[in-house]
């Protein structure tokens, strides 16, 4: 009897050490002996009751991870981490609603929507390309997808995703919140260019002061002036390039013969005219050439490019009529063939 319970207790104790235990190392409590658990008989399938479709894990779900404190993850993931993480930095930035932008892109509503012009340029960077937003969009209409399951970030994501062409109404938005004042500005700038022009060419006082600047170039470059003239050997002044007209004030008279300090040959060129048209005043050039200096700030590559820009603005919106008004709601009203300024 003895014997045979010592051989019991042997047994029980060699089947422990061969995972029969359903308690941990040190548990103190051991229950009979089970067989070993097969991992591949998990019912996954039971998961079913948390989400659905959670039976069928795919590769767009995250892994599962189970543990003390840890819960099953089971969101969805349409758009790349990295584009994803990029848009939502931009809308918490933005602290926009998306749902309310949406519904003003719907209808092409600028009034109605909370971005400014650099705040709707900056989303526009950021936007997954417009395969990413279909797949987004599409997301639900299959049986079994939940929108529920998606990333907070591609919920949000979803109203703007279901529109179609949304990175060209963002641009829309943009230009008809910034084409007025960009037009003005450069109305004012080609007016201020214009009546220069005109100053330029309608100014006797610079047209007599040239005069004199030609006669001296002439001298003394060529050493020709117009007191050699006669009838059969008429005087023909050499042209002068307008930039070498700066160089005037660079030479300045010898120290001890100059009537000042820092007197150059353009006070000469304005002393001559003086001397003939000594009824002149500063009050004269003022009256003919008072808009000069405003013009001459004018940056002129920036003005080509504006307007350059304003070109496309134009030709896009024009492709947009053309090519794809089907897109947008009729009741917005812009899509007109007459809305469009020439």
């Not at 050699?228 to 023909?236: A, F, G, I």
């Amino acid at each position: 009897s003895s014997s045979s319970s010592r051989s019991s207790s042997n047994s029980c104790r060699s089947s422990s050490t061969h995972g029969c235990s359903l308690g941990g190392s040190g548990s103190g409590h051991r229950s009979k002996c089970q067989p070993k658990l097969d991992p591949a008989r998990v019912d996954l399938e039971a998961l079913r009751i948390f989400a659905p479709g959670a039976g069928k894990l795919s590769k767009s779900v995250s892994n599962p991870v189970i543990g003390r404190g840890a819960v099953l993850n089971l969101q969805v993931e349409v758009l790349p981490r990295d584009v994803a993480q990029n848009v939502a930095i931009v809308l918490w930035k933005l602290r926009v609603d998306t749902v309310q932008l949406a519904a003003a892109l719907e209808r092409l509503e600028p009034a109605a929507c909370e971005l400014g012009p650099e705040e709707a340029e900056r989303l526009v960077q950021v936007l997954p390309s417009p395969g990413e937003l279909r797949r987004l969009a599409s997301y639900g209409s299959a049986a079994g997808e939940d929108e529920g399951r998606l990333r907070d970030i591609e919920q949000r994501l979803m109203p703007l995703a279901r529109l179609p062409r949304l990175a060209q109404r963002l641009r829309l938005l943009v230009l008809d919140k910034t084409l007025h004042e960009r037009c003005q500005e450069a109305s004012r700038q080609m007016s201020m260019l214009q009546a220069a022009c005109t100053s330029v060419r309608d100014s006797g006082l610079l047209r007599d002061l040239l005069q004199v600047i030609l006669v001296l170039v002439n001298y003394v470059n060529f050493g020709e002036t117009p007191a050699e003239k006669s009838e059969s050997r008429p005087w023909k002044a050499r042209n002068v390039e307008v930039q070498s007209l700066l160089r005037l004030r660079e030479t300045s008279a010898m120290s001890s013969s100059r009537p000042f300090p820092r007197y150059h040959m353009l006070h000469y060129c304005m002393d001559q005219l003086l001397q003939q048209r000594p009824e002149l005043h500063i009050d004269n050039l003022e009256e003919e050439l008072g808009g000069l200096p405003g013009a001459a700030g004018v940056a002129l590559a920036q003005l080509r490019l504006g307007l350059e820009r304003l070109q496309e603005e134009h030709a896009f919106v024009r492709a947009e009529i053309d090519g794809h008004a089907h897109d947008y709601d009729p009741s917005c009203g812009v899509f007109e063939r007459d809305a469009l300024p020439q």
